[in-house]
T-cell receptor
Framework: DAGVTQSPTHLIKTRGQQVTLRCSPK?????VSWYQQALGQGPQFIFQ???????QRGNFPDRFSGHQFPNYSSELNVNALLLGDSALYLC???????????FGPGTRLTVL | GENVEQHPSTLSVQEGDSAVIKCTYS??????FPWYKQELGKRPQLIID?????GEKKDQRIAVTLNKTAKHFSLHITETQPEDSAVYFC????????????FGTGTRLTIIP
């Protein structure tokens, strides 16, 4: 079992560009959540996907959007990048009837 | 929405001593409280969790206590070891973790050999 995987590991973009981050959940997990972790802070919830639908959303602007595929993998898209979007983006997966959210290694996004 | 406060922000203890990290939450509907350990450059790893129908849970050197009335929960690490050095985050969630986790601001724990 590979656990939760994310790609890419690092990414450098410039302001105004768009980015897509990818996540594959742990085997047997069907729910995927995305979090943004700024340096020195706790993760902040972006949104959660279940059955290919956005089930819950945090306080992030519409520039942040996502998708879940039939195989439960997920993408996070960020448009019109700002310097403040520089952070570690974490994906977490969980089973529908479970409690624990297991995190992937994250994608480090730097916006210049 | 939920707000989770965590104290202290930094904590240094001698190897072998105990460490305690405290969190408070605001939403009385929260019923699931996990603790994550994050080493530098690594992913957050779940180390222990507790549901609101339980007052205390222990796993070897780690224990968590929950006071629903006061809306606070604590992480206790006994017989600390150098490998316990990391940033620890508490979190709270409703629906027993099937919804978003609201995290505290983290505690940087340093174990002094």
């Amino acid at each position: 079992d590979a656990g939760v995987t994310q790609s890419p590991t690092h990414l450098i973009k410039t302001r105004g560009q768009q980015v897509t981050l990818r996540c594959s959940p742990k085997s047997g997990h069907d729910t995927v959540s995305w979090y943004q972790q700024a340096l020195g802070q706790g993760p902040q919830f972006i949104f959660q996907y279940y059955e290919e639908e956005e089930r819950q959303r945090g306080n992030f602007p519409d520039r942040f959007s996502g998708h879940q595929f039939p195989n439960y993998s997920s993408e996070l898209n960020v448009n019109a990048l700002l310097l403040g979007d520089s952070a570690l983006y974490l994906c977490a997966s969980s089973p529908e009837q479970g409690n624990e959210q297991f995190f992937g290694p994250g994608t480090r996004l730097t916006v210049l | 929405g939920e707000n989770v406060e965590q104290h202290p922000s930094t904590l240094s203890v001698q190897e072998g001593d105990s460490a305690v990290i405290k969190c408070t939450y605001s939403d009385s509907a929260s019923n699931y409280f996990p603790w994550y350990k994050q080493e530098l450059g690594k992913r957050p790893q779940l180390i222990i969790d507790i549901r609101s129908n339980v007052g205390e849970k222990k796993d070897q050197r780690i224990a968590v206590t929950l006071n629903k009335t006061a809306k606070h929960f604590s992480l206790h690490i006994t017989e600390t070891q150098p490998e316990d050095s990391a940033v620890y985050f508490c979190a709270a969630s409703t629906n027993f973790g099937n919804e978003k986790l609201t995290f505290g601001t983290g505690t940087r724990l340093t174990i002094i050999p």
